[in-house]
């Protein structure tokens, strides 16, 4: 079956633009979650969401924000970007969040300048 | 607080010979996940292996296998008969707590980068 598809995989914005991230889970997963991977902080949790609902939040500031639709496709965003931003943005999803392993996207790498 | 410590940045192995990846964690739950994922350079994350708690056994898939070690909180992976296509960057992860708490989210590690050498 279909792994994780992200949207678009590359993407390059200026300080101060935002961006919408995609991620389409493995079908009947209802958990995405979203990671952030950076060399200098490897990867930190975004947020999770399971039936349109946000679960579970990491320590992201409120520039940084998500969605869940009925179809469990996911978006993220994130606005009034900074130069830190610049990171591989991954997507994962489970069948519960809970329990199991996550199946990752390729990721959406954001270069801002 | 760094809850998932690999200490190793780089390793080699030559073809064929057998690797192993530490891995130490810190949780004072009782309950939680260890998981294994490997990252080439196209960015995808690989699921490899995964050691629940309350596992007695030490996991085992394939060439894969977790040296599980609860007391001294280990979990090594140990890869037997590495190919040149094992070589991509290994990341150890956990999932703390029981069914209901820390939904989607796994801590990781900094991960370590491993060459095969033909």
């Known amino acids: 079956k279909a792994g994780v598809t992200q949207t678009p995989r590359y993407l390059i914005k200026t300080r101060g633009q935002q961006v919408t991230l995609s991620c389409s889970p493995i079908?009947?997963?209802?958990?995405v979650s979203w990671y952030q991977q950076t060399p200098g902080q490897g990867l930190q949790f975004l947020f999770e969401?399971?039936?349109?609902?946000?679960?579970n939040k990491g320590n992201f500031p409120g520039r940084f924000s998500g969605r869940q639709f009925s179809n469990s496709r996911s978006e993220m965003n994130v606005s009034t970007l900074e130069l830190g931003d610049s990171a591989l943005y991954l997507c994962a999803s489970s069948l519960s969040g809970f329990t199991g392993e996550l199946f990752f996207g390729e990721g959406s790498r954001l270069t801002v300048l | 607080a760094q809850k998932i410590t690999q200490t190793q940045p780089g390793m080699f192995v030559q073809e064929k010979e057998a690797v192993t990846l530490d891995c130490t964690y810190d949780t004072s739950d009782q309950s939680y996940g260890l998981f294994w994922y490997k990252q080439p350079s196209s960015g995808e994350m690989i699921f490899l292996i995964y050691q629940g708690s309350y596992d007695e056994q030490n996991a085992t898939e394939g060439r894969y296998s977790l040296n599980f070690q609860k007391a001294r909180k280990s979990a090594n992976l140990v890869i037997s008969a590495s190919q040149l296509g094992d070589s991509a960057m290994y990341f150890c992860?956990?999932?703390?707590?029981?069914?209901?708490?820390?939904?989607?989210?796994?801590?990781f590690g900094d991960g370590t980068t491993l060459t095969v050498k033909p």
């Open positions: 969401y399971f039936s349109e609902t946000q679960r």
């Open positions: 992860a956990m999932r703390e707590g029981g069914l209901n708490t820390n939904a989607g989210k796994s801590t």
């Open positions: 079908s009947g997963h209802r958990s």
